[in-house]
């Protein structure tokens, strides 16, 4: 039986977020390896831990699933009954190699003591001692030991858990992502906000094969493409209609920004949404067969009848077929987005820009927007929270004239997650404004942050100048210029 957690499930049975367990980690605070902490390790650090008490992270989880607006229904679903079966198959198994380790231990001790008698007899060992180690071994073995309870509910406690998800790591990426419910790997690294390459998302094209490493998958969907003998062989699989059966270890692509092919789709209308009184987010739906593969903070090209523009997204890939945009109102998409009804179709082409999250950084991040330059931070925003890696997440949100539009969402963030701070900028007056840029020149450990920001471009160049002069390095800062 393995005696090792991930750290994506520890952090739900000790009650932290990941990122503190991975400070912990990088300090000396907490021995892992490959991602992984021994039950050992985990009673020695959290001495105080109540393994089976999970009302708290219940009440966090619930808040963090309204936050982030997840569809925690359809994640928190039984397994399908397939995957249910073999992870209890393969939860029998580990207990019962290790009842006949403890069988097989059971039956050394008593050979032990046997063979410390025939010594004993054989002149070969002084009987005296012969009889102090075996009474040694006998009050050993009858006493139970002081961390053992706490050791059953954090067996017990992991073993549960490991029935209705596992953690799927991404080979030569410090990247790890966890399948829940009846996730297949591609709609759980989706969620997790990886950009795995993927085509139809169907079965159908082959673009999202990935080679296990280690683990099993079941199947889950049926898929007209055909696997070579040569790709089974090297245990390929399609990560669009396969399931992991448990923790596992796959080597899959994750194209950057500019490797991901321009797609032209036909989407429909969801809804449109009056954002204030200066701003109008479409809501869209691609096809099932057709999603648009994009990076968060990236823009696409919208077309409306005759009238096309570069818009930047709202939404991050977490958010599977669902694209948000954002359009200030008075401008030519604006004004046909305003008179669309739903189901309607429009064309949307894309991904364009490099404005995307470094996801092999885990430095702290300070997300600046001014104006309607929120929608690309928030999609980076979603991205960053998905991953759970950043040390610390801050938002500065300069309302402009578009006003602070959507500001439930931020203030629910704060609510939710203890590493997250949320900095609103309301006044119009430019001396307000510029005393809320100032303060940004005194976030602690700048020197340390990766920020990234979108705005006008008069307001990113003072931006810019402001924070080299406080000592941030060119390579951390990250801009993107918005127009309206």
Request: glycine letters at 8%.
């Amino acid at each position: 039986m393995s005696g090792a957690i991930p750290l994506c499930r520890l952090a739900k049975i000790v009650g932290l977020p990941r990122t503190d367990l991975q400070r912990m980690v990088q300090s000396g605070e907490l021995a892992a390896s490959d991602g992984q902490v021994e039950f050992a390790e985990v009673l020695r650090a959290f001495p105080e831990a109540r393994f089976a008490d999970e009302t708290e992270i219940a009440r966090v989880e619930g808040i963090k699933e309204i936050a982030l607006g997840k569809r925690g229904r359809d994640r928190e679903r039984l397994p399908d009954p397939a995957i249910l079966s073999r992870r209890l198959d393969a939860l029998g198994q580990d207990f019962a190699r290790l009842e006949a380790a403890l069988r097989h231990q059971t039956q050394v001790h008593g050979w032990l003591g046997d063979r410390l008698g025939a010594l004993a007899e054989e002149g070969r060992l002084p009987p005296e001692t012969a009889r102090e180690i075996r009474s040694w071994l006998a009050r050993e073995l009858a006493e139970t030991p002081e961390d053992s309870e706490r050791w059953q509910r954090l067996v017990a406690r992991e073993r549960t858990m490991r029935l209705f998800s596992a953690q799927v790591r991404v080979q030569s990426k410090d990247i790890a992502f966890e399948a829940q419910g009846n996730e297949t790997l591609l709609e759980a690294g989706l969620r997790a906000g990886l950009s795995f390459a993927y085509g139809c998302s169907n079965g159908g094209c082959g673009e999202c094969k990935a080679r296990l490493v280690s683990g099993e998958v079941v199947k889950l969907r049926p898929h007209d493409y055909r696997l070579t003998e040569a790709e089974v062989a090297r245990s390929v699989t399609l990560m669009c209609c396969y399931a992991p059966l448990g923790d596992m270890v796959i080597e899959a692509a994750l194209p950057g920004a500019d490797e991901i092919p321009e797609q032209i789709i036909e989407a429909r209308v969801r809804a449109v949404e009056a954002l204030g009184a200066r701003v109008v987010a479409l809501h869209l739906l691609t096809p099932r067969s057709d999603r648009l593969q994009f990076l968060a903070g990236q823009r696409l090209r919208l077309r409306i009848g005759e009238a096309t523009g570069e818009v930047s997204i709202a939404s991050c890939p977490c958010e599977e077929r669902r694209i948000e945009l954002h359009l200030v109102r008075g401008g030519a998409l604006a004004v046909l987005a305003e008179g669309l009804r739903a189901n309607e179709c429009v064309e949307i082409a894309g991904p364009f820009g490099g404005f995307v999250l470094d996801d092999a950084s885990a430095r702290p991040l300070l997300f600046v927007a001014e104006g309607v330059g929120y929608a690309p931070i928030k999609g980076l925003l979603q991205h960053a929270l998905s991953r759970d890696r950043a040390a610390s997440i801050a938002l500065h949100w300069f309302g402009g004239a578009e006003g602070l539009y959507q500001e439930a969402l931020p203030r629910s963030y704060a609510a939710a997650l203890d590493e997250f701070r949320y900095v609103p900028v309301s006044n119009p007056a430019a001396e307000a404004r510029a005393a809320a840029l100032a303060t940004l020149a005194g976030v602690p450990e700048l020197s340390q942050t990766e920020v990234y920001a979108a705005g006008s471009p008069g307001f990113l160049a003072s931006l810019r100048a402001l924070l080299a002069s406080a000592g941030l390095s060119q390579a951390q800062y990250h801009e993107e210029p918005t127009a309206g």
